[in-house]
């Protein structure tokens, strides 16, 4: 079934890196663009970042630009985050999500890796 | 990139109708028919239950649906049932090419 699955989260310190990961199942990875949507807890939903096919488009939510980047490895079905200058309100749930451009939605999610920074 | 603007808590008894607004600009959803609308359980993720202001995706009941009227979007739940209590998203694209989602809505059955 068609089904992402991320990984990666945990406990940093202010400054630190993370680098998270979503391993995709159950459909042609390459076909579609790919998202991170954060939420932080007991708040709502915020995008955080896609990117297109191949990767050859980033998109950033200026929350995150200049620290976040995002990527991808099709052969591998796999989406990164790579997280760094990571500050107290990137503490959350991060949601690996399929965004598809035919009806442009996020129409498959992951069931999300947590992320707390904490000194 | 503002979150839209969503009430915080809508509540309706069972079998009634509610309608849960959400409001942009006109550089999100006041820009096209790309608007979304997102259903989360507690402690789940979230599932696509509105695409493009209207359309519902295979398998999500047809007691929800979806209107934009210039840069305000709804989602209406007819025949309320317990099992509709959620937290209710809306998400936009943008003319900057990202994406908005807003703080989101709880639903009660009273």
């Known amino acids: 079934q068609v089904q992402l699955v991320e990984s990666g989260g945990g406990l940093v310190k202010p400054g630190g890196s993370l680098r998270l990961s979503c391993a995709a199942s159950?459909?042609?990875?390459?076909?579609?663009?790919m998202g991170w949507i954060r939420q932080a807890p007991g708040k709502g939903l915020e995008w955080a970042s896609y990117?297109?096919?191949?990767?050859?488009?980033?998109y950033y939510a200026d929350s995150v630009k200049g620290r976040f980047t995002i990527s991808r490895d099709n052969a591998e079905k796999s989406l990164f985050l790579q997280m760094n200058s990571l500050r107290g309100d990137d503490t959350a749930m991060y949601y690996c999500?399929?965004?598809?451009?035919?009806?442009?939605?996020?129409?498959?999610w992951g069931q999300g890796t947590m992320v707390a920074v904490s000194s | 990139q503002s979150a839209l603007t969503q009430p915080a808590s809508v509540s309706g008894s069972p079998g009634q109708s509610i309608t849960i607004s959400c409001t942009g600009t006109?550089?999100?959803?006041?820009?096209?028919?790309?608007v979304s609308w997102y259903q989360q359980d507690p402690g789940k993720a979230p599932k696509l239950i509105i695409y493009?202001?209207?359309n519902r995706p295979s398998g999500v009941s047809n007691r929800f649906s979806g209107s934009k009227s210039g840069t305000t979007a709804s989602l209406t739940i007819s025949g309320l049932q317990a099992g509709d209590e959620a937290t209710y998203f809306c998400?936009?694209?943008?003319?900057?090419?990202?994406?908005?989602f807003g703080a989101g809505t709880k639903v009660t059955v009273l």
């Open positions: 159950g459909f042609t990875f390459s076909d579609y663009y």
């Open positions: 990117m297109t096919y191949s990767g050859r488009s980033t």
């Open positions: 006109s550089s999100d959803i006041g820009f096209n028919n790309y």
């Open positions: 999500a399929r965004l598809d451009r035919a009806i442009d939605a996020f129409d498959i």
């Open positions: 998400s936009s694209y943008t003319t900057s090419s990202t994406y908005v």
């Open positions: 493009h202001v209207t």
